[in-house]
């Protein structure tokens, strides 16, 4: 895969301070990755780098190619952006704005208006700007990031206002997208949604980057416990099962459950005792590290000791 953005040492100062740190990393035709951060980690400001809004203080950003922050950027009308906190012109109705963004991107103002009824504006498309609400504010925003099918997506808290049937109807669209080539990066607190969709995650804690990589890649690199629930035929009325390692970290559920903390290396062994000593084992759950754990995880090492 070719990378359409790439990020190669770069650092962001505004006056004293530095809002990015040194960051690299490259995202490729296809991908659809999440950024991740508390407010303030630099991910805005990343974004805008890439839009060539801002320039870096020092390193280079590429997309598509070329440097987004010079006069002579060809491939601007390749890339959309939603922003977190969208505005537009109160007095214009959804299809007069969509179409204004349609000819300064010079694209087909038909298909342009055809993307109102994607993100469910359709009925409310002749109305003026001023009476949507925040939700459909920001419907509008993602029909005009959508426009000329772009090659590099940047979306800032998309789903912002969407109830969860638009989230999913959205979610579909990227994920098309995506399959088409579409690089999307993609920024949200939203860690739930993001775990379900994303191919990578990106972690970003005070300006550095401190995660890089698949669900799988970062869970191996945390080696936090994965949860194993076990339902099992008979419990002892009290204490652990007799299976279980003196040192083990678990819960009992209802009677008849067990929940288990194993260590990565572990699994395997827990589960050949569970059955080994002729338990009947009902069902099984294996319930790895989340999103949330994860950030909280890599977070937590990024900073410095007190």
Do not use: C
Not at 128 to 153: D, E, F, H, W
Not at 214 to 220: A, K
């Amino acid at each position: 895969m070719s990378a359409t953005v790439h990020v190669a040492d770069v650092v962001k100062h505004y006056g004293q301070v530095e809002a990015v740190k040194g960051v690299s990393f490259d995202l490729a035709d296809g991908e659809m990755v999440a950024l991740i951060g508390h407010n303030g980690a630099g991910k805005t400001t990343l974004m805008k780098m890439m839009l060539g809004l801002i320039r870096p203080t020092r390193g280079a950003v590429a997309v598509l190619g070329g440097n987004p922050a010079a006069g002579e950027f060809s491939a601007r009308r390749q890339l959309g952006y939603l922003p977190e906190n969208v505005a537009f012109d109160a007095a214009l109705t959804g299809r007069e704005t969509q179409a204004f963004y349609a000819r300064l991107k010079r694209e087909p103002v038909n298909d342009a208006l055809a993307l109102l009824d994607v993100v469910g504006l359709g009925e409310a498309a002749r109305r003026r700007v001023n009476t949507y609400s925040k939700g459909m504010r920001q419907r509008l925003g993602l029909a005009q990031a959508l426009i000329g099918r772009p090659r590099v997506l940047l979306l800032d808290e998309p789903t912002t206002g969407l109830d969860p049937e638009l989230r999913q109807t959205f979610y579909e669209v990227i994920q098309r997208l995506a399959a088409e080539g579409t690089t999307v990066l993609l920024s949200s607190h939203a860690l739930t949604e993001l775990e379900e969709r994303a191919g990578r995650v990106i972690i970003m804690n005070r300006g550095l980057k401190v995660a890089d990589g698949t669900l799988d890649e970062l869970r191996r690199l945390a080696r936090l416990p994965t949860r194993i629930r076990l339902k099992v035929a008979e419990l002892p009325p009290s204490g652990p099962p007799a299976w279980l390692p003196a040192a083990a970290t678990y819960r009992r559920i209802n009677g008849h459950i067990v929940e288990i903390d194993a260590a990565p290396d572990d699994k395997i062994d827990l589960l050949h005792r569970a059955t080994a000593d002729g338990s009947a084992v009902q069902d099984l759950e294996l319930i790895p590290p989340n999103l949330d754990e994860l950030y909280a995880h890599f977070l937590r090492h990024a900073e410095p000791p007190q």
